[in-house]
Nanobody
């Protein structure tokens, strides 16, 4: 079992930045690909960013490319999502997810464990 705990959500103004963190339990964190997803009210949960176990492969949704950065510190069992130039359309609950595989998946079904979610609200 892997437990994931997100932190760092909040309410901010458009154009500002926020960093989400996700702490994972377990001793084999480097063997998990990690992903960030988000779900806005009334919408499907969507892929935001993913990073392989070693950090060598990174993928972003087109909507966040150039503004968001995913990174990980395997020594701390933590993955981050740095969100810059936030827009009101980035408002959502952000979920951290772990995949028992080295490679990244952009699909919800590709992940085995999920955090409880961190709400992010961006006002104009």
């Amino acid at each position: 079992q892997v437990q994931l705990v997100e932190s760092g959500g909040g309410s901010v103004q458009a154009g500002t930045s926020l960093r989400l963190s996700c702490a994972a339990s377990g001793r084999t964190f480097s063997m998990y690909a990690m992903g960030w997803f988000r779900q806005a009210p009334g919408k499907e949960r969507e892929f935001v960013a993913g990073i392989s176990g070693t950090g060598s492969r990174i993928y972003y949704a087109d909507s966040v490319k150039g503004r968001f950065t995913i990174s990980r510190e395997n020594a701390k069992n933590t993955v981050y999502l740095q969100m810059n130039s936030l827009k009101p359309e980035d408002t959502a609950v952000y979920y951290c997810a772990a995949r028992i595989a080295i490679g990244v998946s952009t699909r919800k079904s590709g992940y085995d464990y999920w955090g409880q979610g961190a709400p992010v609200t961006v006002s104009a």
